[in-house]
């Protein structure tokens, strides 16, 4: 019978590059958990009774019986924060029948979405006229004035929020029947993420070549129309990055919602969220159902726009 020589039999164990790559996904994988660990424990948090939140000692699955420590029959689930963080109210005229009369879902929700909305159609606009501009144009203090742009980037915003807070009180008293909180609050929002956008912008500007608008131009398109036929769609996944940046940036933001707006029916979701603690800290189950319903949005956000954003960022530092 014949065997295999010695010298032809391949070694058993991982090359360089197969070692490697098992240790880098075996540190993203630990990374990962490390990261969905709080996540799932706020959602595992969110659908139990009080009785097992506080329960000494700590369970992680409801479902312990006086003669089993696990039985999945006898898991005692529970939407009781959900049902109190959204409190339904009956309601004739509804088209459900009931009404949803809790304040984070009736108020501060649809607050954040419209600064959220708002501030980042008004960047993308501003940043994309600035970010051709700078891109397309040379004029006097053209590099000075992009150094400048991107040097207040640097600058957070809550070093400012106090100046920002006496020009809302000197505003407010010198305008009384104009001001508006709402108005104060995304003109600071603008502000604060245009520098950024305005860069981003440049950079996907710069990698269109000028010879497409020239000719655009060639064909008797004047430079208003070359630019919104030829370079804008081009520009889109940046223009379309900027909105997601923007987007999550204002619904995040705590401090300066929480500060530079006076009535509590205006602020956003993020005070509604510190709110909400406030007067359930020792339920547990109430803040993190309010947790989840405040993150639900931003992460089906992330997941029908992840393609766009992913693509955006790398033909960004590609490109750039």
């Known amino acids: 019978m014949a065997t295999t020589p010695a010298s032809s039999q391949k070694p058993f164990f991982f090359s360089r590059e197969r070692r490697d790559s098992l240790l880098v996904n075996a540190a993203l994988i630990i ?3 490390f990261v969905l660990l709080p ?3 706020t959602v595992l948090i969110s659908f139990k009774r009080e009785a097992d939140v506080v329960r000494n000692p700590p369970v992680i699955f409801p479902c312990d019986t006086p003669t089993a420590s696990f039985d999945i029959t006898a898991c005692r689930w529970s939407i009781e924060g959900y049902v109190r963080v959204f ?3 009956p309601d004739p005229k509804a088209a459900l029948g009931f009404d949803l009369a809790g304040r984070m879902l009736s108020t501060y929700l649809p607050n954040t979405v419209l600064y959220a909305s708002v501030t980042s159609v008004v960047v993308v ?4 006229m600035s970010g051709f501009a700078f891109a397309r144009y040379r004029f006097r203090g053209h590099d000075a004035l992009l150094t400048g742009v991107i040097a207040i ?3 957070p915003l809550l070093t ?3 100046a920002l807070y006496q020009l809302s009180v000197i505003i407010r008293h010198a305008i009384p029947n104009i ?3 709402r108005v104060f609050i995304m003109v600071v929002y603008t502000g604060f993420f245009l520098p950024l956008s305005v860069w981003i912008a440049k950079g996907f500007f710069d990698a269109i070549p000028r010879e497409l608008e020239e000719a655009a131009m060639v064909d008797g398109c004047d430079p208003i129309g070359s630019f919104a036929r030829i370079t804008l769609p081009l520009a889109a996944p940046g223009m379309a990055a900027i ?3 923007t987007f999550v940036g204002v619904w995040n933001e705590f401090l300066a919602g929480w500060l530079l707006i006076g009535p509590n029916n205006l602020k956003p979701a993020m005070f509604g969220m510190y709110d909400f603690l406030g007067q359930n800290l020792i339920n547990a189950q109430l803040v993190a159902a309010a947790c989840i319903i405040v993150a639900a949005p931003m992460v089906v956000v992330f997941l029908f726009a992840r393609q766009t954003f992913f693509r955006a960022m790398v033909e960004g530092a590609i490109k750039g």
């Open 31 to 33: 990374i990962c958990l």
């Open 39 to 41: 996540i799932a424990t």
């Open 87 to 89: 409190l339904p109210m």
């Open 125 to 128: 606009l501003l940043s994309g």
């Open 153 to 155: 980037t640097g600058v």
């Open 160 to 162: 400012n929020l106090l």
């Open 179 to 181: 001001y508006s909180d």
């Open 243 to 245: 909105f997601l940046l």
